[in-house]
């Protein structure tokens, strides 16, 4: 480089919520995971998860809810915490990894792809498919690596089924959280309560848009929330459903009272566990009409950008399909394999849970607009003609 020549500039990040409010939050791109709520150093953006809406929204009246009188003046948290703004894979991609995902990786970049559970009966039996993420938390837990948890909890005593973000800062709140809900629950934003609480390390556990929220702060220098949220675990997921499919199926349908479930899981149909010892299967096409509008079109059903990837997928009920996918996350699923607070065993005793883990991860890819960035449908094949 000669004396006059200047090296390239990166152009200033300008974005702010009017841009956000267009291009992510009205588009059909929003997921709802509020990454930008609780990233707002000013408090004005709320959040809606009444009537199945799951969006964020502007308090000020100043400019209306479209436009932001501190983005106005430079404020650019919103769209710097925001995992479906612009070129976010490629982005949190290259923090994380250091280059993009290849065409051909469907699932998002692994180091490691395995089988788990936890060997503590009580968190094997209350654990959902083998209750790994519950021993991760709680393993980070005794072992001084975080001091609480954002995760999903139910409302009162359960028997509503509405899922509601939670702190879990014991064993015995890790336990409550434990399970599968299939409704939403915005888990970031628990984050108000654990620093009022006094944490300052979190884990967050969440579904695919949400466990890329700590890579997207941290890529794009969102400020110190991305900071405090060190682990992110990754459920895999292809949608959630509006609480109304509690009535408006289940009931109305099946005479399935929501207060009467104990339990629900997913493997191919809709299971749900009565109270009364009843089990009951539900075609998963009965429910394609209550999903939520934020799963439409989201790509990323492996949580491609967690350090730890989990989902209850393929032949065994009581294992997980586990991807790690960072140093931080190796460390940890290392540290407790050392400890005997879990056992694997490889992924390719479940070879139908790979296929599967790619055959829904391209089908959610396919989701993905064509009018947006194209990143998250790179390598995706079209769809085979139907007979």
């Excluded at 009535?247 to 299971?271: C, P, S």
């Excluded at 949580?303 to 460390?331: N, P």
């Excluded at 960035?373 to 079209?382: D, F, H, M, S």
């Amino acid at each position: 480089m000669t004396a006059t020549e200047t090296s390239p500039t990166k152009e200033r990040w300008r974005a702010q919520w009017a841009e956000l409010f267009s291009e992510v939050v009205t588009s059909g791109l929003c997921t709802g995971c509020a990454g930008c709520v609780v990233a707002c150093p000013h408090d004005v953006l709320g959040y809606d998860d009444q009537n199945g809406v799951y969006r964020p929204f502007h308090l000020e009246e100043e400019l209306g809810p479209s436009d932001c009188g501190h983005g106005q003046r430079g404020c650019t948290s919103c769209t710097r915490a925001c995992p479906r703004f612009r070129n976010w894979e490629t982005e949190i991609d290259g923090y994380l990894y250091g280059r993009e995902r290849r065409p051909e990786e469907m699932e998002g970049v692994a180091k490691d792809v395995f089988l788990a559970r936890a060997t503590d009966p009580e968190l094997l039996s209350q654990g959902q498919d083998g209750g790994l993420v519950s021993a991760i938390l709680l393993w980070c837990l005794e072992n001084d690596r975080i001091d609480a948890a954002l995760v999903s909890m139910l409302e009162g005593d359960g028997s509503s089924w509405k899922a509601i973000p939670g702190l879990a800062r014991t064993r015995e709140e890790i336990l409550a959280a434990a399970g599968s809900r299939y409704t939403y629950s915005a888990n970031t934003l628990a984050y108000v309560a654990a620093i009022e609480s006094g944490a300052e390390r979190l884990a967050l556990v969440g579904m695919s848009c949400q466990a890329s929220v700590p890579g997207v702060m941290r890529a794009r220098k969102a400020g110190k929330v991305g900071r405090r949220l060190g682990l992110s675990i990754g459920l895999l997921c292809s949608k959630t459903f509006d609480d109304a499919i509690f009535e408006e199926l289940f009931e109305a349908n099946y005479g399935l009272r929501r207060a009467d479930i104990v339990k629900m899981n997913i493997k191919g149909v809709f299971q749900i566990w009565m109270r009364d010892g009843a089990y009951h299967e539900i075609p998963l096409k009965e429910c394609h009409a209550w999903t939520r509008e934020g799963c439409k079109a989201c790509p990323d059903f492996a949580a491609e950008h967690a350090d730890i990837s989990t989902g209850g997928i393929g032949a065994f009920d009581d294992w997980t399909l586990t991807l790690v996918r960072t140093d931080a996350g190796r460390e940890v699923i290392e540290g407790m394999i050392a400890a005997g607070a879990i056992e694997t065993r490889p992924g390719d005793d479940d070879p139908g849970a790979i296929a599967l883990l790619r055959k829904l991860s391209t089908v959610s890819r396919r989701r993905w607009p064509e009018t947006a960035v194209a990143a998250p449908r790179l390598g995706v094949p079209p769809p085979k003609p139907k007979a």
